[in-house]
């Protein structure tokens, strides 16, 4: 049985793969970050270390004896925009597994980034592998970090010879989210807490299908580069009323101008900085990304990654069903 080394393995994305991975009969070491709930993995038969990617010392058991490595952990907060912990962790955590895999080889390391590594586009040109970085308008650490990291895995496959490639999903939806994380969405829309919709739109994709390509990428692909994976381009207003029709409940009426919303995430983000230990969740860099087009092509992805396209009703429902059943939605509203 061939022995997977996964970081993060308690977030949303990591505990998916490591159901994938069973699926495939892969034996799955599963890192923990210490101090976190390990709670997602209850129902899992994996080998659990605990570690921190700022340790290296601590990351060095879960490795040792392992084929591949798959490094899904990270920061993804984006609440305060810039904070240095986020880089570091990203960034230098992703620096220490790289290390570790020079000094330890295993057939191939799969870094998990971001699409947003790469410029997004419209529905008619969405973005692919090939356009230039766009986040830096939003000045937030996770995205610029995400972006380090990135480049920093593929100078280490130029220096190194690292057999490495790069999965960069779009916006996830699926069960499992211990958050939950891009799952608040659908909790948002079960609630109807969301007053309207904005005039972006982004790619989605099942978190699913996800794992199929992360899994399909230890043995499929090329070393050195990345692939996009996502599926459904749509602007708020259809992805709302998709949620709304898969859940049963009435979508956001009204569309919110975009000089408001910005207004609004401006007014936030600056008493956020005048107010001691006031967090918004709703800040100026989200009110600026819910008013842009973050359209992406997965088609390289497809084809090379064997990516599979589960309609996203199904991620939907998923996402749904596993939110009401953990407890996680206050009310189901009709």
Not at 192 to 206: A, D, H, I, M, W
Not at 297 to 318: H, R, V, W
């Amino acid at each position: 049985m061939q022995k997977v080394f996964l970081t993060g393995a308690n977030g949303f994305l990591g505990n998916n793969i490591a159901r994938e991975l069973i699926r495939r009969n892969y034996l799955v070491h599963a890192l923990i970050q210490e101090g976190t709930n390990p709670g997602i993995l209850d129902d899992l038969d994996v080998v659990r270390f605990s570690g921190d990617l700022l340790k290296p010392k601590t990351l060095v058991n879960g490795l040792n004896g392992c084929d591949y490595v798959i490094h899904t952990a990270g920061s993804t907060s984006i609440n305060p925009a810039r904070n240095p912990m986020v880089s570091t962790v990203n960034i230098e955590g992703t620096r220490n597994i790289l290390n570790l895999v020079v000094k330890n080889p295993v057939k191939r390391l799969i870094h998990i980034g971001t699409a947003n590594t790469f410029g997004f586009g419209n529905r008619e040109k969405p973005g692919n592998e090939t356009l230039p970085y766009k986040g830096a308008r939003y000045k937030l650490d996770y995205m610029d970090s995400k972006l380090e990291a990135h480049k920093l895995v593929m100078s280490y496959f130029k220096q190194y010879q690292l057999p490495v490639l790069v999965v960069n999903p779009t916006f996830m939806l699926g069960p499992n989210d211990p958050g939950p994380t891009s799952n608040e969405m659908v909790k948002q829309v079960a609630e109807r807490s969301l007053p309207g919709y904005t005039k972006g739109g982004r790619n989605f994709v099942y978190v699913g299908d996800v794992c199929v390509a992360v899994v399909n990428a230890l043995t499929r692909g090329r070393s050195g580069e990345s692939y996009i994976v996502g599926n459904a381009n749509l602007n708020y207003q259809q992805a709302f009323r998709i949620m709304s029709e898969t859940i049963g409940v009435k979508p956001p009426a009204f569309a919110v101008p975009s000089f408001l919303i910005k207004t609004l995430g401006a007014l936030s983000s600056g008493l956020a900085e005048i107010i001691p230990g006031f967090k918004p969740k709703f800040t100026l860099p989200i009110a600026k990304i819910s008013c842009d087009e973050q359209y992406f092509s997965a088609q390289k992805a497809i084809k090379e990654l064997g990516l599979p396209q589960t309609p996203i009703e199904q991620a939907i429902k998923e996402s749904y069903e596993w939110l009401l059943a953990s407890g996680k939605i206050r009310v189901p509203k009709k």
